[in-house]
């Protein structure tokens, strides 16, 4: 069976559990199992760990068919998935260390002010890092780290810039801080973890995204980290939004707004908004696919990518994050009063919605970066 086809078969009991997850802030063990046996954690893991190492196609069509049961759970799976493509990065040993148990579930977050040390065959390791969404089922973390020498110095690339490397560490080795209460994506339990003066091997860090230490050939790996994030958190966007308008449809045929005589699906106002929604969506969700489709075909002849192909990604999971948003807060208005219950599915797509959109891959400025390239300027590339 497909994986796109497991995930169908898992929706339901994804949606199942879609309050569950809500309420209690994490993915409830039961369905945590049915994701490992259906090989979700593992979706872009090399195939030579027993991973799947999907195209950027077929896995953003995974994450959109699962986050149409939960966004929460989606986005864990996203963000996981991406941490998993270290194995690329690391010597074969190390990779089998970390991702030999079928369960194993790799977590990170971004940590101001962590630090690793030079010392004898590896790195001291001190800081905490947050957002590390599905951090709780997590066996493995990352934390990104500027290098420093053993006298303090900062150590230097040969450009002068100073050197950062991603530190692997067992999670049993962290300390694990609960701050996830927020509006939406509560299930992701995107909690804080720390670590003070941990040594870790150097075997055991990598330089994210760096061609010279990449030791896998699929194409997969020529995409950087980023652009999976990127078009994975569109892809839970778009369902929200997908998820919402079917809804509202639905809700549609039968509501009669107090004070009116006719249906909701009678007014002129409501159905301009419901055309003008769906072809938000359909031409977003378009854009993205497409353009993932065009440059994962002209990568696997090619074998690199470049930094136009790495723009498009960008631009188009960006709006497809944004389009998405737009429909959301459209039918959340059109619905009335009935959106504001927890009973009703709007509520809690609606806080999701407006939690994907203040996460990184859903920043506007995302859209200045584009401009830059597309007026001949030197962009950021940071988050290409």
Known sequence: MSYLDRARELRPRV???????????????????????????????????????????????VIEEIARGDASTAWVLCQTAGCSMTAAYVPPDVARDIFGDRRAVMAWGPGPGSRAVVADGG???????SF??????????????????ADGA?????????????????ASRAQMTDVWRVIGLRGTASDSYSVSDLFVPKAYSMARDDASERRQPGALYCFPIVNLFASGFAGVALAIARACLDDFV????????????????????????VGQCEARLRSSRMLLLQSLETIWRDVGSQG??????????????????????????????????????QSQPFERRFRDM???????????????????????????????
């Open 15 to 61: 949606a199942a559990a879609a309050d569950q997850i809500d309420r209690e802030r994490r993915i409830p063990e039961p369905l945590i199992d049915a994701l490992h046996d259906a090989g979700f954690f593992r979706l872009l893991l090399p195939r030579s760990f027993d991973g799947g190492e999907l195209d950027p196609v077929t896995f953003t069509l």
């Open 123 to 129: 790195y001291r390791v001190t800081g905490t890092w």
């Open 132 to 149: 590390a969404s599905g951090g709780r089922h997590a066996t493995w973390f990352g934390g990104y780290c500027p290098i420093y020498e």
């Open 154 to 170: 900062p150590r230097r690339r040969p450009d002068g810039s100073h050197e950062s490397r991603t530190m692997l560490f067992p």
């Open 250 to 273: 639905a809700l549609a045929r039968d509501k009669t707004p107090r004070g009116m005589s006719r249906t909701l699906r009678e007014s002129a106002a409501v159905q301009g908004q």
């Open 304 to 341: 690199v990518l470049s930094l136009d192909q790495r723009v498009t990604i960008r631009l188009a999971a960006t709006n497809a994050i944004q389009n998405a948003k737009e429909v959301v807060d459209v039918v959340y208005h059109a619905a009335g009063g009935t959106s504001v219950f």
């Open 354 to 384: 407006h939690t994907v959109t203040q996460q990184l891959q859903g920043r506007l400025s995302h859209f200045e970066t584009v401009g830059q390239h597309l007026l001949g300027l030197e962009p950021d590339t940071t988050w290409l």
